[in-house]
């Protein structure tokens, strides 16, 4: 993986078994395009080794795969992501990251079932990618927090601004991260537990 030099990619994974202390484990899905930041955010997250299934681009994906923007991405990943993290004693979170290729998108009926809810990652050079993806979500009532991975080279919207763009509803929790930093993916993950919480105590379905 990239980010060889990062401090907090690399950062201590002594918890490889559950704590004894965990009562609830939740499944949580990371969506959004190709090369949007899917896989590093898992990877950087998760107390656990990520599992994850990166197969080097054959010669069939290139030309086919959206590859804008992700230039120096040689490997992808076809089948999932999957990580771990525990956000109280008793609170775990199981990540699982999607394809991000619509080739891929057959395997996605499993990977929502029984989610109690996604984050999607956006590229805000890439924004027109997300609509279908947060249309699958919505279809299946899986409710969601937008984190937009903010690239040295992309450009930056006001996060109104890109509620307008992605007709996001009020309520839509919107957040910049850099998912190469533990910290950073773990705010996203915070955001998304208390948006999940907001929602049980309004009652409201999506
Ligand atoms: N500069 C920068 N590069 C990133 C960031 N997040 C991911 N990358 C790189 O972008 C590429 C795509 O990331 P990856 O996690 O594989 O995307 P995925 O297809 O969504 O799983 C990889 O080469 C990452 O190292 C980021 O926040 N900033
Ligand atoms: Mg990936």
């Avoid at 990540?95 to 990977?111: A, K, S």
Wanted: hydrophobic content about 40%.
């Amino acid at each position: 993986m990239d980010f060889k030099n990062s401090d907090t990619i690399t950062g201590p994974r002594t918890e490889d078994h559950l704590p004894g202390t965990a009562q609830a484990a939740v499944k949580i899905v990371i969506v959004g395009g190709f090369g949007v930041g899917k896989t590093t955010m898992v990877g950087s997250v998760s107390e656990i080794k990520p599992l994850t299934t990166e197969e080097t681009m054959t010669q069939a994906g290139i030309g086919v795969d959206d590859n804008f923007g992700s230039k120096s991405k040689t490997a992808t990943t076809v089948a999932m992501d999957f990580g771990r993290i525990s956000v109280t004693d008793e609170l775990v979170l199981y990540l699982f990251g999607t394809p991000g290729q619509e080739r891929f998108w057959f395997l996605w009926n499993g990977l929502f079932e029984g989610a109690l809810g996604a984050v999607v990652l956006i590229d805000t050079r890439r924004l027109e990618v997300s609509f279908d993806v947060m249309g699958r979500l919505e279809e299946r009532g899986v409710p969601f927090v937008v984190a937009v991975n903010d690239f040295p080279d992309a450009p930056r919207y006001a996060v109104e601004e890109l509620r307008q763009a992605l007709d996001l509803a009020e309520e839509i929790p919107i957040i910049r991260c850099d998912v190469r930093r533990r910290a950073s993916s773990r705010d996203v993950l915070m955001t998304l537990m208390r948006f999940l919480h907001s929602l049980t105590m309004t009652g409201a379905s999506t």
